[in-house]
């Protein structure tokens, strides 16, 4: 059951600005990703460097195998990039974006 209107001119306005709900779901899909310590824990740590999965795992206690599936993870929602070097596979943060995701939200856990 839906109320009485109160103010057509703001609805109108978020019934025009309101993003595509496919765009809403891939917005709560990327929010999901940031819901695990683990991963953001490994965000913070490519804030600082680029790093190899081995290296990356030493800096966070974690072992190799569930570093490289959450480092997946990562990659599928293109938080992260890689590159090769020799048998070895280098990761940092994808764009400027991660950064500014984590930072805002450090500012508003930290108020």
């Known amino acids: 059951m839906t109320g009485e209107i109160q103010d057509e001119q703001a609805v109108e306005k978020v019934n025009t600005e309101m993003p595509p709900d496919e ?12 819901g695990d310590t ?3 824990r490994i965000l913070y740590a490519l804030l600082e460097a680029e790093l190899c999965v081995g290296d990356l795992a030493g800096c966070l206690g ?12 990562l990659k599928n929602n293109k938080l992260v990039r890689f590159r090769r070097a020799g048998k070895a596979v280098y990761y940092s943060l994808s764009d ?3 950064k500014a995701i984590l930072e805002k939200g450090m500012e508003h856990v930290e108020e």
């Open 23 to 34: 765009q809403l779901y891939d917005l709560a899909e990327l929010f999901k990703v940031f």
């Open 38 to 40: 683990t991963r953001i």
């Open 62 to 73: 974690l072992t190799q195998t569930a570093c490289s599936h959450q480092l997946r993870v």
């Open 96 to 98: 400027d974006h991660v």
